[in-house]
């Protein structure tokens, strides 16, 4: 039976990113006049191995070219962690919950800059002496409807750099924290 709650949260995201899509009138706005959605929002929650510490929130705002991801992390340790959308937005004491990478298109692991990669590879944060990250990141191919919905899914911050190379996710080690992307006003 407990199975079963961990489908429930992605379903939910998924059913949120379809409903959202066959909202749209031919103008291209969501049905009822309030337009479609603009602006999420991720808390970041710490799992054990993020001791209680790692925190932040995590906003992604559509624009004209994608999405602008931007905000703030704290209670790192100083220097790179891996930052990826992962397939489920599921909190556990591990963060395992979360699933592998977002990666609807099936690609193999990579930096965000390279043209073919996980949408969920969204490289690394760079924690300063004091453990705060902030983070300002363009990107073309996260969205809040179609096949990259990131809606309901879940944001990790790993507890290593990410060495944007290794299969199928980059050696970052383990979850320090994680989050549901979840529609934010806009």
Sequence with gaps: ????KWIAVPAV??????TLAGMRTTSGQAGGGHGSVTKAEAQLIPTKAGEGKVKGTIWFMKTGKG?????????????EHGFHVHQFGVWS???????????????????HESAKRHVGDLGNVKADENGKAVIDIED??????????ILGRGLVVHEKADDLKSQPAGNAGGRLAVAIIGVSKP
């Design 1 to 4: 039976m407990a199975q079963n």
């Design 13 to 18: 995201g998924l059913a949120v990113c379809f």
């Design 67 to 79: 999405m602008h991801v931007k905000g703030e992390i704290t209670g790192l340790t100083p220097g």
């Design 93 to 111: 004491p591990d963060g395992m919950s979360s699933g592998g990478h977002f990666n609807p298109g099936n690609a193999k692991h990579a930096s």
């Design 140 to 149: 073309d191919e996260l969205s809040f409807d179609g096949p990259n919905c």
